[in-house]
């Protein structure tokens, strides 16, 4: 039996773990944590038989006692605390944002595996992960399903056998628009994601190609290769999750219907492979699969993080921190979408990156970024 935690679990990923763990016999929840929905936390608990729960926002914590029987914990501390306690087998974190860091410290401190669901662990402080990773000597699981992918492909291959890392991006709804189009766009049509369903944030970065961005730079981390060895291409189709090439010649792919049961189900029972209700793709039905290099003057967010990346330091954290602050103000109607890169390379050019050495300076080097880009898009705090 594996003991899992879910930290994120009213967010998309979270319930599709939910749903994994309730159909497998040998993985049992042990606790969960979200930011504020308790009523969707507490009935969860129930169901699984829960020792503990979470909220980020004390006073939805304050609620849950009153409603659940077990141990729950308030405030972004008490998330962490939670995961200090259960020293669960595996930690699936699919917080959002860059509280999600100090969770995944905290589980691998624990002893924990980690499943990451939470890009911005390691766009913002990937050196301290990777670090922490080789002391405790767990596993890193990548919950993207690109990431996961690439890990499938990498499977029994040795490091100097491998050429190059291809990240497929499906080109958002966009895919094609000129700059001078992109200047009209509005929320409801950055939303409409033509392949995948996620949660709004997530959507608008994969209209700017951000998401892409960010996926790189945590590719640079979880594979250790470097920028210039990781190439993006555009999908459309989002069949091709990822490539690997080798020297030999041989690229070797994952594909697969869009389903993000099947990376979290990896994740969780790895090194299995437990049956999902995923789609099956088939192939007798014929279908064309198209890939074309991504207009990096039309979506220069994809320009930006690999700059960001390859400058290294407090610079990813910077640039994930202004585009949080720029995709909040976009959807809020505080700011039209070509703003968005606008406010992130403003921030880029007034920030100089430091070398990464706490979590606590990761911290600091976020509220910075986010203050900046506020005064460069002229939005309140």
């Not at 913002?124 to 890193?140: F, N, P, Q």
Request: charged share 20%.
């Amino acid at each position: 039996m594996r003991t899992v935690a879910i930290l994120g679990a009213t967010g998309s990923v979270g319930r599709q773990a939910l749903e994994i763990v309730r159909n497998h016999p040998d993985l049992r929840l042990a606790g969960l944590a979200a930011h504020g929905s308790h009523t969707g936390v507490v009935a969860a608990a129930r169901e699984h038989g829960a020792d503990a729960i979470a909220l980020a926002d004390p006073t939805a914590a304050e609620r849950a006692r009153s409603e659940f029987d077990g141990r729950v914990l308030g405030g972004q501390d008490g998330v962490v605390e939670l995961v200090r306690e259960l020293r669960a087998d595996i930690v699936l974190n699919a917080i959002v944002g860059a509280a999600g860091l100090e969770a995944t410290m905290a589980a691998l401190d624990a002893g924990s595996d980690l499943a990451l669901a939470n890009k911005e662990s390691l766009v913002a402080g990937g050196e301290l992960v990777t670090a922490a990773v080789r002391r405790s000597g767990r596993l890193l699981l990548p919950v993207d399903s690109e990431h996961s992918a690439l890990q499938q492909c990498l499977e029994g291959a040795s490091p100097e056998s491998l050429e190059s890392l291809v990240l497929t991006a499906s080109g958002g709804p966009f895919r094609g628009w000129s700059q001078e189009r992109l200047a009209d766009v509005v929320p409801a049509q950055a939303l409409a994601h033509p392949t995948w369903s996620m949660g709004a944030k997530i959507t608008i970065d994969s209209a700017t190609l951000m998401n892409k961005g960010l996926e790189l730079i945590e590719a640079h981390h979880l594979f250790g290769v470097s920028y210039r060895r990781i190439e993006v291409v555009v999908h459309p189709q989002s069949i091709v999750h990822g490539m690997a090439r080798f020297r030999d010649g041989a690229l070797i792919a994952h594909l697969g219907l869009p389903d993000m049961r099947v990376p979290i189900s990896y994740a969780l029972t790895y090194p299995e492979r437990a049956a999902t209700p995923a789609p099956r793709l088939d192939l007798s039905q014929g279908f064309a699969l198209e890939f074309e290099p991504p207009d990096l003057d039309a979506f220069r967010c994809l320009a930006l993080a690999r700059a960001a990346g390859e400058a290294g330091g407090t610079a990813p954290c910077a640039l994930n921190a202004a585009n949080e602050v720029a995709v909040a103000a976009f959807l809020a109607g505080e700011c039209r979408f070509p703003q968005i890169a606008d406010a992130v390379a403003a921030v880029l050019d007034r920030l100089d990156p430091e070398p990464l050495e706490s979590v606590e300076q990761v911290l600091a080097a976020d509220a910075a970024a986010r203050a900046l880009a506020r005064d460069a898009l002229g939005v309140p705090a």
